[in-house]
């Protein structure tokens, strides 16, 4: 019969001592997360508030000077967060640039705190190019003033030497001078010159010394929609997407420079004559008028004025030169005059074919032949370039004279009716031209000429049915 083992008996000591280093370790734990760890954590705070240069958040900062050797800029934020120049001249300020500077002051930290004691106060100043500084920053907020003088560049280019108006220390600091080099007034103006938001235009009104142009936006049940019509000096629809980047230059049109003193301007507005462009975008709340002016010569800026008591802005060329000055170039330049869903009937005549297409719940027929299978994909893209083709550039306002650009008799004719029987769409082309050729349209009265591509795109009957 086999002998059970007696029980393993573990003295009283050993489990003294297991409690007694149980109780050690969580004290020790106790002391490092109550004591030791907030301990650190305070001394990291102290030591990242000694690292930085101004005690304040930059969003606090109410009033502003950047005075360089050259000039006092004096800024002011009001109860809206708007920034407004007071010195030299009245002004908007634009917050970008102003709190670009401010941010760069929140950033930087102190690298260095440079002990006076090593030499004399001037000597020092002096040897860091603080004794004439080449920008000095005042800052107030409602509970702090502070200021800083920027010298030299320090040992390495991301570094800067400053002196810090609440102490009198000088400082390495991790400032770049980038962020302060060649401010100016102008830097911190707002360049903005019209102020408007484009979704909510309702009309526009154009005016050259030759023509007054009025568009409106169509109204939809929720607001304005995105098409546009003409309302004189012709009833036309307009082309949406010019007349979207015509509101988009004028909400974007910034300025390159400013003429504030009245004598200034009365005097450039006298060489400069009559606007070449004036226009106003009227929203809910009021109109946003701008006049343009030609540069007085060539190579130089053009110029924008939007009322007497606001600066004249000097704008680049281009941007006038890019601004619509007739119907044209704002027109809906579809000349077909009507859209591919609408048309019940399509007459295709050409030199050498005559035949109709038939669109019935969105499929296409060939007259004559309706039981026979078309090509479906062949002619919706043949009616979509159709319906989309472009005048390229204007001829002739009337239609007086069509035998001269080969439009009587036309080399090919294309018109499109609708499900009452009415001759809404039609397509004239003539002679061919250096890659255009002259056409006329029901979307527009005139004659024009367009891109020859589509005389090959117009596709001959037989090729229509499926074999």
Request: proline content about 6%; overall charge negative; hydrophobic content about 35%.
């Amino acid at each position: 019969m086999a002998t059970s083992k007696p029980p393993l008996i573990i003295p009283m000591t050993a489990y003294r001592t297991t409690l007694l280093l149980a109780v050690i370790f969580a004290g020790l734990g106790v002391y490092v997360y109550t004591i030791e760890v907030p301990t650190m954590e305070h001394r990291t705070i102290q030591q990242a508030a000694a690292q930085r240069l101004l005690p304040f958040d930059y969003r606090d900062v109410t009033h502003l000077t950047y005075t360089t050797r050259t000039e006092r800029i004096r800024m002011n934020r009001d109860e809206r967060n708007r920034w407004r120049i007071v010195e030299p001249v009245e002004a908007r300020g634009d917050a970008r640039e102003i709190e670009s500077v401010l941010r760069a002051l929140e950033i930087g930290k102190i690298s260095r705190d440079i002990q006076e004691e090593e030499t004399e106060k001037g000597a020092v100043a002096e040897q860091y190019g603080l004794q004439a500084p080449y920008v000095t920053i005042d800052l107030r907020t409602p509970e702090y003033t502070e200021s800083l003088a920027l010298g030299n560049t320090g040992p390495l280019s991301s570094t800067l030497y400053a002196r810090r108006g609440s102490d009198q220390n000088i400082l390495l600091t991790t400032l770049m001078v980038e962020d302060f080099r060649a401010k100016t007034l102008e830097t911190f103006r707002l360049k903005d010159i019209l102020f408007f938001d484009r979704t909510r235009a309702e009309r526009i009104q154009l005016q050259t010394p030759a023509l007054t142009m009025t568009l409106q936006r169509g109204a939809g049940f929720h607001g304005p929609v995105p098409g546009w019509d003409f309302t004189s000096p012709v009833n036309a629809p307009a082309d949406k997407t010019t007349v979207g980047i015509l509101l988009m230059t004028l909400e974007d049109l910034s300025a390159t420079g400013f003429i504030d003193s009245r004598a200034e301007k009365e005097a450039l507005l006298k060489k400069l004559g009559t606007p070449s462009l004036t226009a106003t975008v009227h929203t809910k709340q009021r109109g946003h008028h701008v006049a343009f002016f030609e540069p007085v010569a060539s190579g130089e800026d053009a110029y924008a004025v939007t009322s007497s008591q606001d600066p004249m802005y000097r704008i680049p060329a281009h941007v006038l030169h890019g601004l619509p000055s007739k119907v044209f170039h704002l027109q809906d330049k579809r000349l077909f005059g009507m859209g591919s869903g609408e048309i019940a009937l399509l007459t295709v005549r050409t030199n050498d074919w005559h035949y109709t297409l038939i669109q019935q719940h969105g499929e296409w027929y060939l007259e004559g032949k309706e039981s026979e299978p078309i090509d479906q994909q062949q002619i919706k893209l043949f009616v979509s370039r159709l319906v989309d083709v472009p005048a390229e550039l204007p001829v002739s306002e009337t239609t007086n004279h069509p035998e001269q650009y080969g439009l009587k008799p036309a080399t090919i004719e294309i018109t499109g009716i609708d499900q009452k029987g009415r001759p809404l769409g039609h397509l004239a082309l003539g002679t061919r031209e250096k890659g255009l050729v002259y056409a006329t349209g029901a979307g527009l009265s005139g004659i024009y000429q367009t891109r020859s591509l589509i005389l090959s795109q117009i596709p001959a009957p037989e090729t229509l049915l499926n074999q």
